[in-house]
């Protein structure tokens, strides 16, 4: 019984690619031991070395599976395959297209893979990625919606079309709808016309969209309202920007002038809004860097000591309460030589 034990023990360790013979003539029988007896312990064995066969290759295949579904890359090319494919069909695909999908993508696009899974693997694959594939389809929705909506804006123009975004109150939506401007629009949804107007509408918005992306453009009017409105006030409001910027356009550039809505215009307003408020901030610098400069040089040293916008807030306090500097201030708008005021003189040499 101890030997039948250890020689159990001894072939459950055999490495899987061992193979026993079944010949009776490479047989060797015990005393003892009658010959049925031994052909089923051979098949017993055989038997037993398939399973541990069977089984490692198993494992391998649940390893490789496992790390594939812990692979973010895999599940991404999937969804992204997936939901590509359907969108073409169908926006709203119910939850067998999309499991169908899925299937079809992973056997023409993943063959090797495919051939692992069961059905029981891929259900559970299907339930992992069946969240970020509706998040996705609902995102494409949502950017072919926003598309369709510009570009009807765009074809029917303000004039044919008030604008409104999703983002107003449901008075202010129903108040849309029943604008007649609205309806009118609607029913020319499906009419037929002019191709010409389309091609010139189509133009109109393609050249809209260069410009739009023109960096010279855009700089050449932030240089002109910067340069206009700097003249009247240094701290210039929104609305005298706003303002400002449609000026400009109309009166350097009428051609495009033409072809803007307000919807349009306030896009770019928006756009260079920024670069409008930081190029007049570089200018207020620059101005009183060239008006401290020049205070400096006509009331010289011995009339007003030097400081830094560097220097600490008590030297700057006490540079306030010198003598030197009160008494400068108070001569700013003294006429002193030819009914000249020292503060005229400054700004001449700015």
Known sequence: MR???IFAFAIAGLPAFITLSTSNTSRRTRPGTEPHQIDS??????????????IKKRLKNIELLSEINNDPDFSKDVITRVTTNVFKVNIFPSKKNLKEETESVIRKNFPDIYELMDSQYYLSLFKKIKTKLLEKLCKM??????????AIFEIFGESQLPRIDFQSSLAKINSWKSDQRVKDAYRKLFEV????????RLKNIELLSEINNDPDFSKDVITRVTTNVFKVNIFPSKKNLKEETESVIRKNFPDIYELMDSQYYLSLFKKIKTKLLEKLCK????????IKSAIFEIFGESQLPR????????KINS?????????????LFEVFSDNCTYMEIILDRI
């Open 3 to 5: 030997n039948r034990s």
């Open 41 to 54: 312990l051979d098949k017993k064995i055989y038997s037993f070395l398939k399973e541990q066969i069977d």
């Open 141 to 150: 929705r949502g950017e072919i919606a926003s598309q369709i909506k510009s």
């Open 193 to 200: 016309f002019s191709d010409n107007y389309i091609k010139k």
């Open 283 to 290: 200018m207020r610098g620059e101005i009183a860097s060239q």
């Open 307 to 314: 400081i830094d916008f560097q220097s600490s807030l008590a």
């Open 319 to 331: 540079w306030k309460s010198d003598q030197r500097v009160k008494d400068a201030y108070r001569k």
